[in-house]
């Protein structure tokens, strides 16, 4: 059952840029419910679906291949023992961090502009989450044994390694995966219940009740809920900072040049954020348009979002100046030849290019008011930077393993069609388990957008 509130209530042509003038309660809920419940399925949709669902099944096939002949089949190689594995691993891990943020800090913040991203935001952190689990366990080799990684009573009285960061990932990640899974249910139990009770097919009714959990709009179940939602944006929001601060730790931990920096955990963290509000827009943009939401994920969301690329881009800029400078300040002959080979090494290339998009392209245009209110050029900047935070992965992976202390063990490093095949496999997974979330599930939080709009009309009548 819906709260009673008045249907009637409506955004004055005054109400601010966060919600479209016009729209009532009753509206609000017509609109977000029917693309779930009335609209039915799209021919785009289902040829969207279609091609991320045979990725899928090539990530199948490459996986299949791995577990039976072995990782062999990958470029790695002595000494570049992590390859794509790992690179995509931290990229994913990345991706996921932007839901969480919107989601929960900005919720304790109280910041009005998170209501119409939050919940595609939070669904792209989990299966952001689930994509990133996959490498990790691939490259065990043995994947069939990754239970070792637990501290489980074995009979051999074997135990993880503790002082590992490899064994700390599997308990950051867990617990990041955990909880974020269930701050994306809680959030959408009063949305379970309004599709519930406005199904007419009787199985998704039966389905939805399920999982509405007894929901009945009552004063103790919203007092519960807005109870557990604080706790859990509490638990979550410190993740935003640890999840991939222990994963920059697999690097930092070490003695490899390149690697052993303390600028690491801030640096990565603020390359998380990064690269998880560009795929939010990336997401937000074609969603809009296809969906017709653009009153509802207005010009103001954007052009925050895009200021908060811009905000954690500076970061990133910052952390590449400071690894650069410390390499030479610190005198270690190591860590300077490592700078050079990045800059004129073999893969020169793609160190300026990674330059290029992470920080050329997005801090020259996003300062622009004019741009950051283009829809197109804020859908290809997030585009680039996402390409950029993948190669910087890549560059701080292999440029740091290739050329070892030893130069006869140097060695390049060559990605296989099947590092390519898990890769794009895995975009094929985020993208299908995306489809289907928009397909079942409301995509904006239908009660946050009415709460929106009472607080809108409030605003504007000065009551």
Not at 86 to 111: E, P, Y
């Amino acid at each position: 059952m819906e709260p009673e509130t008045p249907r009637t209530q409506r955004v004055p042509a005054s109400g601010g840029a966060l919600l479209a003038p016009g729209h009532t309660y009753g509206s609000v809920t017509d609109k977000i419910s029917a693309i779930v419940l009335t609209r039915g399925t799209r021919k785009g949709w289902w040829f969207g679906f279609l091609i991320t669902f045979a990725l899928v099944m090539m990530l199948n096939y490459a996986l299949a291949s791995v577990v039976i002949r072995g990782v062999g089949l990958f470029g790695i190689n002595i000494p570049v023992g992590w390859g794509f594995a790992i690179v995509n691993f931290v990229w994913w891990i990345g991706i996921g961090h932007a839901g969480t943020l919107i989601s929960a800090f900005l919720l304790l913040m109280r910041q009005k502009w998170r209501t119409s991203i939050n919940r595609f935001a939070e669904a792209m952190t989990i299966f952001a989450v689930s994509c990133a689990g996959l490498f990790p366990l691939i490259h065990l080799g043995r994947p069939w044994l990754f239970y070792w990684l637990l501290p489980y009573p074995d009979t051999m009285g074997v135990w993880p390694q503790f002082r590992s960061p490899l064994v700390w990932d599997v308990f950051a990640v867990s617990t990041y995966a955990t909880v974020s899974v269930l701050f994306w249910f809680v959030g959408l139990i009063p949305d379970l219940a309004t599709l519930r009770d406005r199904a007419r097919n009787r199985l998704a009714q039966i389905g939805y009740g399920i999982f509405a959990m007894g929901w009945r709009g009552s004063a103790v179940h919203w007092a519960r809920y807005e109870m557990a939602s604080l706790l859990l944006a509490g638990l979550a929001t410190p993740l935003v900072v640890s999840v991939h601060t222990v994963v920059s730790f697999d690097f930092a931990i070490a003695i490899v040049p390149g690697w052993h920096s303390t600028i690491f955990p801030p640096y990565f963290v603020a390359g998380a954020i990064y690269s998880g509000f560009a795929m939010v827009m990336t997401l937000a943009i074609p969603l809009r348009k296809y969906y017709g939401l653009e009153d509802f994920v207005t010009m103001r969301h954007l052009d925050n979002m895009a200021k908060m690329l811009l905000a954690t881009g500076l970061i990133v800029a910052y952390g590449y100046m400071m690894e650069t400078f410390m390499a030479y300040y610190s005198g270690n002959a190591y860590d300077r030849t490592m700078i050079v080979n990045r800059m004129t090494g073999p893969y020169w290339p793609l160190y300026w290019f990674l330059i290029l998009c992470n920080i050329v392209i997005p801090l020259t245009f996003l300062w622009s008011p004019r741009i950051r209110r283009s829809v197109r050029a804020l859908f290809v900047i997030s585009l680039v930077v996402q390409v950029g935070m993948w190669l910087e992965r890549f560059i701080i992976v292999v440029t740091s393993l290739d050329r070892d202390f030893v130069p006869s063990s140097w060695r390049m490093y060559y990605p296989t069609g099947w590092d390519w095949m898990t890769f794009i496999g895995s975009i094929g997974l985020f993208l299908t388990l995306f489809y289907l979330f928009i397909r079942y599930l409301p995509m904006i939080s239908i009660f946050e957008m009415r709460e929106l709009v009472h607080k809108t009309a409030e605003e504007a009548t000065g009551s």
